[in-house]
């Protein structure tokens, strides 16, 4: 796990990616979930706060979904649930989206690609977080 540990370690050299603060916060989703299956639903919200003093725009995302079993699987697209939201300075931009993944415990990562006014473009990773099913779906070892 030495990319992890070196992902999570990485600081951002481009100061316009320090300006980004990105906040996850994941949710079990039981109305989705299917245990018997191995399908468990998360939700997550997004909140990416913009502390520079340039408005930007987010144009695309790449996500690292683990599934817990050993399988992690990328997702690459265009903006956020279909829109690529300009953010201003001091502004907040929030959304809701979703993952489904084998086990009952996962985690996610990733980064978005921004563009400032002037047309530049810098990526800011996103924190990587937990999915967590509640303690009825996960086996005690």
């Known amino acids: 796990m030495t990319f992890l540990n070196d992902y999570l370690g990485k600081k951002p050299s481009d100061p316009r990616a320090t300006a980004i603060e990105i906040t996850p916060r994941a949710f079990y989703v039981a109305e989705h979930s299917v245990p018997a299956e191995q399908r468990f639903a998360f939700g997550y919200d997004i909140k990416i706060t913009n502390r520079g003093a340039r408005a930007v725009q987010l144009i695309d995302r790449h996500w690292h979904i683990d599934q817990g079993n050993g399988c992690i699987h990328e ?41 400032d006014e002037n047309g530049a473009a810098f ?18 070892h």
């Open 75 to 115: 997702v690459r697209g265009e903006g956020v649930i279909g829109e690529q939201p300009h953010i201003l300075p001091g502004a907040t931009h929030q959304y809701q989206s979703g993952a489904i993944i084998e086990t009952p415990a996962g985690r996610m990562w990733g980064n978005y690609g921004f563009v």
């Open 123 to 140: 990526r800011v990773e996103i924190p990587l977080f937990h999915l967590v099913a509640p303690s009825d779906y996960r086996p005690l």
